[in-house]
C-alpha cells in the first residue's frame, strides 16, 4: 500500500452439504470469497502462517469482497500448513 503497509489478498473456499430429500442423495456445494486483510499485524501473520490449502476461520465485513481491518476482525489458523520444501541440490556438507 502507499503507507508502506502490508495487505494481503487471497481466495478461500466455502463449502456447504446436505442430504436431498427427494432422491435420498448427499449434496454438495462450494463458493469462492475473495479475502482481503488490510489489518497489518493479520496481514504479516497470514503471509507467515498460510500456504494453499490451510484451514482458516475469518471473521470481518461480508462485502464483495470479506475485508479485515482489525475493527473486531481476526483470522485463527485452524491447521497448519505444511512446511514448503526447499531444493536440495546443496545440501549441507556434514562434519566428520
Do not use: Y
Amino acid at each position: 500500500m502507499e503507507n508502506g503497509a502490508s495487505r494481503v489478498s487471497f481466495p478461500l473456499a466455502t463449502s456447504e452439504s446436505w442430504s436431498d430429500q427427494f432422491q435420498g442423495k448427499r449434496k454438495k456445494m462450494r463458493e469462492w470469497h475473495q479475502i482481503v486483510c488490510l489489518d497489518q499485524r493479520l496481514a504479516d501473520l497470514t503471509m507467515r502462517k498460510c500456504r494453499k490449502g490451510t484451514q482458516v476461520l475469518v471473521e470481518g465485513r461480508l462485502r464483495a469482497t470479506l475485508v479485515i481491518d482489525g475493527s473486531g476482525c481476526d483470522i485463527t489458523i485452524l491447521e497448519l500448513s505444511k512446511p514448503i520444501r526447499r531444493n536440495a541440490r546443496n545440501p549441507r556438507a556434514r562434519k566428520s
